[in-house]
């Protein structure tokens, strides 16, 4: 028993090297504005401020993000404040209580976030898709809009069509959008006079349009997602080979691992007061519930890279293997937006999480 609990305690220490890549873990991480990268950029830590130039994607996750960089790849930022105020050549992928867009985004960009602001002058060449508690519109948005929130506030321009869910929906004067406008809503929309839509304008009525978005405004579900994501980037950063190995294992054995979590999740917590009761026992105890709760930490992050590895084929028509960025991004999201799905979000949850739960524990048995 002591052997393999050293075995899985090594499973779980020790770091697979990731190529082509800069990693930053702990302190609070600056790039300079002299700096440039050639290299994608993967920061954990409290804060993270990118001044400097980045050849590659940026990926951050910390309670304060900022970037003023210029970013040749994906961004990749999730924080309790989030500022994306330089230029980004793809897409971004955004995730804050508080989300803030100033700068310029060639690619598409997606928004999670109790309050999301896109402020004047700041232009996205792609199309943008944000959910959250307040959205904010006030710069350029060259693509269509897609946005539910509680309040949804179009100040700037949009060249294509939007459709927006929300509690208040408003189109200020002097805004326009360059094709339909389509929103649902409990009551209509407050378009100024001289606001312009070059499209029709369709009002689908819906009672308590804001309850479904309740947790969203509340910020449970981002911070859910925030932990998540942590978690599913850290794993799919330093664990690659390993992770790949359990997702594939709990993908192909779903219903069998499900069956193996469940019967972990009940009898690891009987075994380990078991061995409470003889002097001998405790420090197997100690480690065997150390390595019950690690092992259902990461099985909820695992769970929502499982969600992503599962859709990847059929929505993008390829392997999840080897992972992407999209899909640990997708999953997670996917993951943590059950929970406002009732019953039976929680339940489909449950079994992706339990699912990679018995893959964990196959595995490093």
Not at 180 to 197: G, K, M, Q, V, W
Request: proline share 2%; net charge negative.
């Amino acid at each position: 028993m002591l052997k393999k609990a050293l075995c899985a305690l090594i499973f779980v220490a020790v770091p697979v090297v990731v190529s082509a890549a800069s990693i930053h873990i702990g302190a609070d991480y600056f790039l300079k504005g002299s700096e440039e990268t050639g290299e994608d950029v993967y920061v954990f830590a409290p804060s993270a401020i990118f001044a400097g130039s980045v050849s590659g994607d940026a990926v951050a996750v910390g309670r304060t993000v900022i970037s003023e960089s210029a970013i040749s790849g994906d961004a990749f930022f999730f924080g309790e404040t989030v500022t994306v105020a330089g230029e980004v050549a793809d897409d971004v992928r955004v995730l804050g209580v508080t989300v803030l867009i100033r700068g310029k985004i060639t690619g598409d960009v997606v928004a999670l976030g109790a309050k999301i602001l896109l402020e004047e002058g700041a232009k996205v060449l792609g199309n943008l898709y944000a959910v959250g508690g307040e959205i904010i519109l006030g710069g350029e948005v060259h693509g269509e809009v897609k946005a539910a929130g509680g309040d949804v506030l179009i100040l700037g321009s949009v060249g294509g069509a939007v459709e927006a869910w929300g509690e208040e929906i408003e189109i200020s004067s002097g805004a326009s959008v360059g094709g339909d406008f389509i929103y649902h809503a409990p009551r209509e929309a407050a378009l100024a006079s001289d606001a312009h839509i070059g499209g029709e304008t369709l009002f689908d009525e819906q009672k308590g349009a804001r309850s479904g978005l309740a947790s969203l405004a509340s910020g449970f579900v981002p911070f859910h997602l925030l932990a998540t994501l942590a978690g599913a980037f850290f794993l799919s950063l330093l664990f690659r080979e390993r992770t790949e190995e359990i997702l594939l294992d709990a993908a192909e054995n779903f219903w069998a691992r499900v069956l193996r979590g469940l019967l972990l999740f009940l009898l690891a917590p009987l075994a380990g007061a078991f061995l409470f009761l003889t002097a001998v026992g405790i420090p197997l105890g100690i480690a065997l519930v150390a390595l019950y709760f690690a092992g259902l930490v990461f099985s909820t992050a695992l769970g929502g890279m499982l969600v992503g590895v599962l859709l990847e084929r059929p929505l993008f028509r390829r392997s999840a293997f080897p992972l992407s960025s999209r899909t640990v991004f997708v999953g997670a999201a996917l993951f943590s937006l059950l929970g406002i799905v009732p019953y039976l979000g929680l339940v489909a949850a449950l079994l992706f999480t339990l699912a990679s739960f018995g893959s964990v524990g196959t595995i490093g048995w």
